[in-house]
């Protein structure tokens, strides 16, 4: 029922991941309006059903009352089916407040895990590299952006595959007594954690050169870091195109660039990436961009899927008990 395009871009985007990548999926919500907007789509022989949630939580609500007044919300339901086992994650483009608020009570955390950290894929020069946290705690102590690394560590190893991923510590320079007192505490718990691949210091000029795989800051910094990404990218985007249909020598080279800028734009383009995993929970939970589109929901539903067949959470279980 979330986001700002509401269930008919859902409904959209959750048909092609049955389509397309053979998955079951529940649309949990309102169960008339959901079957309303079903309607237009070819369901036969997708695994596609719904579960009935009377209540919505608006975007502008605030988490803590919808929490408290809303037992039978959307999103309330969906976590719920989570936690019994009965879906193996959750996703939702909806109120990222309400998600994480009714996440930490309806899933609890892991063992270990004092605050959960909302893992972004970023596309850099040398890949992807994976940003946390990026929203979900404005305020952090030192030994919660160490938990951030493990478990972006973890990520990166199951899910995207790097053997050895570098850790990276997002702040003002490179060198260790640069920073504020968060930076500066939490460089010394990296540096002492034998388990990561810690490289020290890494400044936002470098977070899209592919100088860490993990990089690891507190929610206020990468909630902004996201933001100002997600601008320039649309900037550089829509700039480039209005220069290239200027004119006829502007309008031939973009003919002959279309390609080259077709790959550009879907390299930056946040729908690729569809969501991002609420990592310290105790279950698979993602939280999509409000405006997502149906491509978006679909990339998303994709993350969960590769998420669970990868064991991500057992993983960072495990690997939060040993560190």
């Known amino acids: 029922m979330g986001g700002d395009r509401g269930p008919v871009v859902n409904i959209e985007g959750a048909v092609a991941a049955a389509r397309e990548l ?12 959901l079957s309303r907007s079903l309607r237009p789509h070819s369901t036969n022989g997708l695994g596609i ?10 975007m502008n609500e605030s988490p803590s009352a919808a929490l408290r007044k809303k037992k039978h919300s959307s999103i309330r339901v969906g976590l719920e089916l989570v936690k019994r086992g009965e879906a193996d994650a959750f996703i939702s483009a909806g109120n990222t407040g309400a998600v994480m608020a009714t ?22 020069l040398r890949g992807q590299a994976i940003l946390l946290d990026a929203g979900a705690n404005a305020d952090c102590k030192p030994r919660h952006l ?36 968060l930076t500066r505490e939490a460089f010394k718990e990296l540096e002492e954690e034998r388990s990561l691949n810690f490289i020290g210091n890494v400044e936002g000029r470098e977070v899209f050169s592919g100088a860490a795989d993990v990089i690891v800051c507190d929610g206020f910094t990468g909630n902004i870091a996201l933001k100002i990404s997600e601008s320039a990218a649309e900037f550089f985007t829509v700039s480039l195109k209005e220069e290239l249909e200027k004119g006829l020598v502007g309008k031939l080279g973009a003919l002959l660039t279309r390609g080259a800028f077709r790959r550009f734009k ?58």
């Open 146 to 181: 160490l938990q951030f690394a493990i478990m972006g560590d973890i990520y990166a190893r199951q899910v995207m595959g790097k053997t050895s991923p570098t850790v990276g510590l997002l702040s003002i320079g490179e060198e260790e007594s640069k920073g504020n007192e």
């Open 49 to 58: 059903t719904i579960c009935h949630a009377p209540e919505t939580v608006g």
């Open 103 to 124: 996440a930490m009570v309806t899933l609890g955390s892991l063992p270990g895990v004092e605050r959960p950290a909302i893992a972004l894929i970023v596309p850099t």
């Open 266 to 323: 879907k390299r930056v383009d946040y729908t690729e990436y569809g969501g991002a995993p609420l990592l310290g929970v105790g279950g698979m939970c993602i939280i999509s961009h409000g405006r997502s589109t149906a491509k978006a929901i679909k990339n998303a539903i994709r993350v969960a899927a590769e998420c669970v067949e990868n064991k991500v959470i057992d993983h960072i279980r495990k690997g939060i008990a040993v560190s």
């Open 22 to 33: 053979g998955l079951s999926i529940l649309l949990v919500g309102n169960e008339e309006e």
